[in-house]
């Protein structure tokens, strides 16, 4: 699975952004698909994944409310509707298909990776 995250750019405080991801080489929809981000100089964390069935949503306590994951199976895309950021929310964000059967908030959960997309929030 080659997984390729787009959408980041430059927004103001308050303002809105919506991170797509897209799959090739095979289906989403057997997977749970998380979002993370790395800010500057900090470690990889969990932002939000929706599981294959159901589908349930899932979010760290600083995505809550203002992120929404969300999926097309028949695009083969995830996204990452982000609203009210904050300069905070400043990282690169990756998106990734979890294999393993650990904890949907671990990366260590997940084996395949898009490359990443830059979102700056600035005050």
């Known amino acids: 699975v080659q997984l390729q995250a787009f959408g980041g750019g430059l927004v103001q405080a308050g303002g809105s952004l919506r991170l797509s991801c897209a799959a090739s080489?095979?289906?989403?929809?057997?997977?749970?698909m998380g979002w993370f981000r790395q800010a500057p100089g900090k470690e990889r964390e969990f932002v939000g994944a929706i599981s294959w069935s159901g589908p349930f949503t899932y979010y760290a306590d600083s995505a809550k409310g203002r992120f929404t994951v969300s999926r097309d199976s028949a695009k083969n895309t995830v996204y990452l509707q982000m609203s009210s950021l904050k300069p905070e929310d400043t990282a690169v964000y990756y998106c990734a298909a979890r294999i393993y059967s650990g904890s949907i908030y671990e990366s260590s959960s997940y084996l395949y990776w898009g490359q990443g997309t830059l979102v700056t929030v600035s005050s």
């Open positions: 080489g095979r289906t989403l929809s057997s997977y749970a």
